[in-house]
């Protein structure tokens, strides 16, 4: 009787989290579908009229599609220059002994603590120096650049953990570095870059205050940029907005569908063994 009823206070609280966790998804797809009257004035209420003509003009007026193809591409490629670079950084570092690697290793943990914000100024001083304004290639870079220091602080520590008998092993049988790398240990640590790519995935798709202070031209505007569309002088339509966000979500929840027991195995095998 005791057992039956903790699975049945364990599915009501499985029921309830989900509920708490799908709340805003269901607020959203609601106001996706009002005008701003019915938003303002009830929230969470049924629509009186539903109005897909606020996603029409998601798709017309923001374009929200390109916007959305604009945001995976740089949150895709900067994904990939992350975990690269990143694997690469992080081997060195688990790996190999030589003067000054903690050193190195530090200062990728204070750029773990470096606010966003106060980059604004010198990153943008930086693009106008190199012709970096309105390119892919100069906001591509600054995505891998603040997703790094998570990478190898997150790769590194995964690494110290495995066992270095499979290095040896591996270095008998004849392979080299790059060998030993991507052959012998990159498949071990896929858990955990599973885990950074989602993160680094998700903070990409989503920027916001690069995106707006770096691009210029419409056509390359990210899906955040692109609902500031809907923003006025004294006006904001919020309709079309929640339609923009219904949209942008639905990659970010397809991919999470896709890798979300990679990420779990992540979290958990990193704290194990840690």
């Given at each position: 009787m005791k057992i039956?009823?903790?699975?049945?206070?364990?599915?009501?609280?499985?029921?309830?989290?989900?509920?708490?966790?799908?709340?805003?998804?269901?607020?959203?797809?609601?106001?996706?579908?009002?005008?701003?009257?019915g938003i303002l004035q009830g929230m969470f209420s049924l629509p009186n009229k539903i109005m897909w003509s606020n996603y029409t003009r998601a798709f017309e007026s923001a374009?929200?599609?390109?916007?959305?193809?604009?945001?995976?591409?740089?949150?895709?490629?900067?994904?990939?220059?992350?975990?690269?670079?990143?694997?690469?950084?992080?081997?060195?570092?688990?790996?190999?002994?030589?003067?000054?690697?903690n050193f190195i290793y530090t200062l990728f943990i204070i750029g773990i603590m470096v606010p966003i914000h106060c980059t604004i100024i010198p990153i943008s001083s930086m693009a106008t120096r190199v012709n970096g304004k309105n390119t892919s290639w100069f906001l591509i870079l600054v995505y891998t650049a603040f997703a790094l220091s998570q990478a190898v602080f997150l790769f590194t520590g995964y690494l110290n953990g495995v066992s270095r008998e499979l290095d040896e092993a591996a270095i008998i049988d004849g392979c080299?570095?790059?060998?030993?790398?991507?052959k012998i240990l990159f498949p071990v640590c896929l858990p955990i870059i599973s885990t950074e790519a989602i993160l680094a995935f998700i903070a990409g798709y989503g920027e916001l205050i690069f995106g707006m202070i770096l691009l210029s031209d419409p056509n390359k505007y990210t899906v955040a940029r692109a609902m500031l569309?809907?923003?006025?002088?004294?006006?904001?339509?919020?309709?079309p907005v929640f339609a923009c966000i219904i949209i942008a979500i639905v990659p970010m929840i397809t991919i999470y569908i896709l890798f979300h027991e990679?990420?779990?195995?992540?979290?958990?095998?990193?704290?194990?063994?840690?």
């Open positions: 039956r009823l903790k699975k049945i206070m364990l599915y009501l609280i499985a029921f309830f989290w989900a509920g708490v966790t799908l709340f805003p998804l269901i607020i959203t797809l609601l106001c996706s579908v009002k005008d701003n009257t374009h929200v599609i390109q916007a959305v193809g604009n945001s995976l591409f740089f949150a895709l490629t900067s994904t990939a220059l992350t975990i690269l670079i990143g694997i690469l950084a992080s081997y060195i570092l688990s790996r190999k002994n030589f003067k000054g690697r080299n570095d790059f060998q030993l790398l991507f569309t809907f923003q006025g002088g004294y006006k904001i339509s919020l309709g990679k990420v779990q195995d992540g979290m958990l095998n990193g704290a194990i063994k840690g």
